[in-house]
């Protein structure tokens, strides 16, 4: 009777014919309990049996009474809880402040971003105005519209142009933001 062959050998008895075949030997299987009674050499004890220490092996078995697997599966259970809650409250100690942080440097890369996008397009215009365009416009304060596409990148402000004389202002403001504003100051020639 031979068993169906898989990935590996399998060392049970009805296939030790087809061991011997392959390999030339047949290998011995393992016992499938351990043997009772004390051993004269026991591998996991260490010390030999005559001077008076038993190994684990040597000890009669003694099956645990249902009341004990009871408790102790319910003292493993709570140390699993507990050591499961301590491990959540390290992890949630280490990752709050990342969390926090992580949230903080995204607002401040945010308003770079828009300070670096009012910066370009204020220069830009500044350039035009510097050119001669801002001979054309009038004396005083006002509103000045900017052709650029970037303007959907800004958050709500407004551009605001302030001619003196021969001296041109430009400044993006936002809305809802105090210290958010880019200035840009010329005088014409």
């Known amino acids: 009777m031979k068993m169906a062959r898989t990935g590996f050998i399998s060392l049970h008895r009805p296939v030790a014919a087809d061991?011997?075949?392959?390999?030339?030997q047949v290998f011995p299987s393992p016992p499938l309990h351990e043997p009772q009674g004390r051993a004269r050499h026991s591998v996991r004890a260490g010390v030999p049996h005559d001077q008076g220490w038993h190994?684990?092996?040597?000890?009669?078995?003694?099956?645990?009474?249902?009341?004990?697997?009871?408790?102790?599966?319910?003292?493993?259970?709570?140390?699993?809880?507990?050591?499961?809650?301590?491990?959540?409250?390290?992890?949630?100690?280490?990752?709050?402040?990342?969390?926090?942080?992580?949230?903080?440097q995204t607002r401040l890369l945010r308003d770079e971003y828009f300070r670096a996008a009012a910066m370009e397009i204020v220069d830009g215009e500044m350039e035009i105005l510097a050119a001669g365009e801002g001979k054309n416009f009038p004396e005083g304060v006002q509103t000045y519209e900017v052709h650029s596409a970037t303007v959907t990148n800004l958050p709500?402000?407004?551009?605001?142009?302030?001619?003196?004389?021969?001296?041109?202002?430009?400044?993006?403001?936002?809305?809802?933001?105090?210290?958010?504003?880019v200035v840009r100051e010329v005088t014409l020639k």
């Open 156 to 181: 709500p402000g407004k551009f605001q142009l302030t001619k003196t004389a021969s001296h041109l202002r430009l400044e993006w403001k936002a809305d809802k933001r105090r210290d958010s504003s």
């Open 19 to 24: 061991v011997k075949r392959r390999f030339g």
């Open 55 to 104: 190994a684990r092996s040597d000890a009669p078995y003694q099956p645990s009474s249902p009341q004990n697997i009871r408790a102790s599966g319910k003292k493993e259970r709570g140390f699993l809880m507990v050591d499961l809650l301590v491990g959540i409250s390290i992890l949630a100690i280490a990752i709050l402040p990342l969390a926090f942080s992580f949230t903080r």
